[in-house]
């Protein structure tokens, strides 16, 4: 191999090498308060979610167990209504209070 090509060859090297670590960066984290707000928002929008689903579980046995217990469909849907309500209450009180 002459010089030439040595030359070049080594120099493709450093410049693929230059260009890796630039786009193989470490992940940023937030840089603003802006950002750290987005991210706040986010976790208690999924905290949120979290609360409603279990509100809805609970209320699928509340139905369940009125229905056992021999309850009229007009009481079910009303224990089930009641306590739906409560879970979503608790969810946007977690997404307003945080």
Request: glycine residues 8%; positive net charge.
């Amino acid at each position: 191999m002459n010089r030439k090509t040595y030359f070049q060859v080594v120099t493709l090297a450093f410049v693929f090498a230059a260009a890796g670590s630039l786009i193989w960066s470490a992940p940023a984290n937030s840089e603003t308060a802006g950002m750290e707000r987005r991210d706040n928002r986010r976790g208690d929008r999924h905290e949120a979610r979290g609360i409603r689903q279990k509100g809805r579980d609970v209320a699928r046995e509340t139905k369940s167990q009125c229905r056992d217990a021999e309850g009229s469909g007009s009481e079910c849907r009303k224990a089930k209504r009641n306590v739906k309500q409560r879970g979503r209450k608790s969810a946007r009180d977690v997404k307003i209070n945080d």
